[in-house]
């Protein structure tokens, strides 16, 4: 007797499953690993990384230099392709994209944001020429291109700079400038490395409040890769990344107390990856002197950690 399940019985499964992972976010990267090869030896960048981006969140990656960041930063712009995995940015699989396909992203879905303020802009344009040019490629017609400019850099805070060429303005000038220019085509995504790393930390602020609005009033989805702790903490979410993966998310949300003042409340959270995996805190590990292998006992409401001392006596 062939206890095998027939079609009917299959397609019933299938249409009794779940939602597919990440099916409503609009940033989608699952079990995604990036490996480079360097003078024969294997670099792994990324290594099973998990990360769901709701659209229209502000979220901000942080980590160590060679955590992995950056790395996921350029395969989310179009700039990096994934070794293996599912990266997939306002509906476009990154994957699985030609070249005039990535450009096409690149150019229509995704703006950017370089920590380098000489990488954003180009020297002999104004400002308002720098934001024009992306929609000149895009065939945007001329008196729609500098409308939309004025408007962006009225935006941005730097409407009064529209004439000048980056060189005759400041650092955080030219970062405001440049973000106008990543939103000019109207992009879902905006993407930004370090973008206040090379200022100080008033004009750095005025570059996130930019980012901010951006973000709010256009609606567009941002992802920021930071070291600068002011930015990391004025998110909604920070997304810590380790070793190649996401270890840990910080989530703030605004309450008001008795007397209606608004308070930020902030809660820090280890993530679980879709393997199951935990990247528990050094700093925890460290303290219970933690190291190769802990043992575990799952309880009413939550899981117990403590480490192995079945060798103490041998140590």
């Given at each position: 007797?062939?206890?095998?399940?027939?079609?009917?019985?299959?397609?019933?499964?299938?249409a009794?499953?779940?939602?597919?992972?990440?099916?409503?976010?609009?940033?989608?990267?699952?079990?995604?690993?990036?490996?480079?090869?360097?003078?024969?030896?294997?670099?792994?960048?990324?290594?099973?990384?998990?990360?769901?981006?709701?659209?229209?969140?502000?979220?901000?990656?942080?980590?160590?230099?060679?955590?992995?960041k950056?790395?996921?930063?350029?395969?989310?712009?179009?700039?990096?392709?994934?070794?293996?995995?599912?990266?997939?940015?306002?509906?476009?699989?990154?994957l699985?994209?030609?070249?005039?396909?990535?450009?096409?992203?690149?150019?229509?879905?995704?703006?950017?944001?370089?920590?380098?303020?000489?990488?954003?802009?180009?020297?002999?344009?104004?400002?308002?020429?720098?934001?024009?040019?992306?929609?000149?490629?895009a065939g945007?017609?001329?008196?729609?291109?500098?409308?939309?400019?004025?408007?962006?850099?009225?935006?941005?805070?730097?409407?009064d700079?529209?004439?000048?060429?980056?060189?005759?303005?400041?650092?955080?000038?030219?970062?405001?400038?440049a973000?106008?220019?990543?939103?000019?085509?109207?992009?879902?995504?905006?993407?930004?490395?370090?973008?206040?790393?090379?200022?100080?930390?008033?004009?750095?602020?005025?570059?996130?409040?930019?980012?901010?609005?951006?973000?709010?009033?256009?609606?567009?989805?941002?992802?920021?890769?930071?070291?600068?702790?002011?930015?990391?903490?004025?998110?909604?979410?920070?997304?810590?990344?380790?070793?190649?993966?996401?270890?840990?998310?910080?989530?703030?949300?605004?309450?008001?107390?008795?007397?209606g003042?608004?308070?930020?409340?902030?809660?820090e959270?280890a993530v679980l990856?879709?393997?199951?995996?935990?990247?528990?805190?050094?700093?925890?590990?460290?303290?219970?002197?933690?190291?190769?292998?802990?043992?575990?006992?799952?309880?009413?409401?939550?899981?117990?950690?403590?480490?192995?001392?079945?060798?103490?006596?041998?140590?």
């Open positions: 007797m062939n206890d095998a399940p027939d079609l009917a019985e299959l397609e019933r499964r299938a009794g499953r779940g939602p597919e992972y990440g099916e409503k976010a609009h940033i989608v990267c699952d079990n995604l690993v990036r490996i480079y090869q360097t003078e024969g030896v294997e670099v792994i960048a990324l290594q099973g990384l998990d990360l769901l981006v709701g659209e229209g969140e502000m979220v901000a990656l942080v980590g160590a230099s060679g955590s992995g950056s790395t996921l930063l350029n395969i989310l712009a179009g700039l990096d392709v994934p070794t293996a995995g599912v990266a997939r940015v306002a509906g476009a699989d990154l699985d994209m030609s070249g005039r396909d990535r450009l096409r992203f690149r150019r229509e879905l995704v703006g950017f944001v370089w920590q380098q303020t000489a990488r954003n802009l180009l020297p002999y344009l104004t400002a308002a020429e720098n934001v024009e040019m992306p929609m000149r490629f945007v017609g001329r008196r729609e291109r500098r409308a939309r400019a004025a408007e962006l850099l009225d935006l941005m805070g730097v409407g700079r529209a004439a000048a060429r980056p060189g005759e303005m400041s650092g955080g000038e030219q970062q405001r400038t973000i106008a220019v990543a939103v000019a085509n109207r992009p879902k995504v905006v993407l930004a490395d370090e973008p206040t790393g090379e200022l100080d930390t008033a004009t750095g602020a005025q570059v996130f409040a930019a980012l901010r609005r951006a973000n709010r009033e256009l609606g567009v989805t941002t992802v920021i890769v930071t070291h600068d702790p002011d930015v990391a903490g004025s998110v909604d979410r920070t997304v810590g990344i380790r070793d190649g993966r996401t270890s840990s998310e910080i989530l703030r949300r605004t309450t008001r107390d008795a007397s003042r608004e308070e930020v409340i902030a809660e959270y990856d879709r393997a199951g995996r935990l990247q528990l805190p050094r700093e925890f590990t460290s303290a219970l002197e933690m190291r190769d292998r802990v043992r575990l006992a799952l309880e009413t409401d939550h899981i117990g950690v403590w480490p192995d001392r079945s060798n103490d006596d041998h140590r």
